[in-house]
Structure formats: C-alpha cells, structure tokens
Nanobody, 115 residues
Framework: QVQLVESGGGLVQPGGSLTLSCAASGSIFIFNVMEWYRQPSGKQREFVATITSGGITMYTSSVKGRFTISRDDVMNIMYLQMNSLKTEDTAVYFC?????????WGQGTQVTVSS
C-alpha cells in the first residue's frame, strides 16, 4: 500500500513563500488525481488544489494566482508552491491521492503565516 508523507511546512512571514512536498512510498502513477487540502485550527478541512495524471490543475479561488500544484511522476512527489502567503493560509496541509476511487491521505504538515 502506498503511503504519502508531507514535508516543507513551517513558520513564514506574510508575503513569504513555502514549498510543500508530498512524497509517496511507491509509484504515484496509480493516482489519477492528487490533491492538497488544508485544515485551519478549529475548522473543517478544505480543498486547496488538484492535479490530474494528465497535468490538469484546479485551485480554490482564495489561492488562485498565488499557489501552484505540480507532480513529478518519476520522483513520485507532488508539490505545492505557495507564494504571497497570508495569515489566513495558516493551517495543517494534507496531501491526498485517489486511486480507483480509494483515497489515500498523508499525516499533514503545519504551515503558520505570522509576523
């Protein structure tokens, strides 16, 4: 069974940048869709971005133009490049892969945007 592990979170000032990684223990070819979600403290988990195996991407409106999702099917890693970060981007970020309708989740990485 493929496992997903996020990394790259941390503390950053408003306006700064971070790149999150989601590394798979096996091939991500099995994931026709890979996604990033986030969960602010005390709130529900929310969709951030998605990328298909064909490279089609989609973003929630609040991050469009600031975040970029990508995947490297050779290295089995998905990325989320986050620029112009805002305090409201503070959350635990989770990666998700979907294979044959089955979701696989990572354990999450904390992103804190604060001065």
């Amino acid at each position: 069974q493929v496992q997903l592990v996020e990394s790259g979170g941390g503390l950053v000032q408003p306006g700064g940048s971070l790149t999150l990684s989601c590394a798979a223990s096996g091939s991500i070819f099995i994931f026709n869709v890979m996604e990033w979600y986030r969960q602010p403290s005390g709130k529900q988990r929310e969709f951030v971005a998605t990328i298909t195996s064909g490279g089609i991407t989609m973003y929630t409106s609040s991050v469009k133009g600031r975040f970029t999702i990508s995947r490297d099917d050779v290295m089995n890693i998905m990325y989320l490049q986050m620029n112009s970060l805002k305090t409201e981007d503070t959350a635990v970020y989770f990666c998700k892969g979907v294979s044959a309708g089955q979701p696989y989740w990572g354990q999450g990485t904390q992103v804190t945007v604060s001065s």
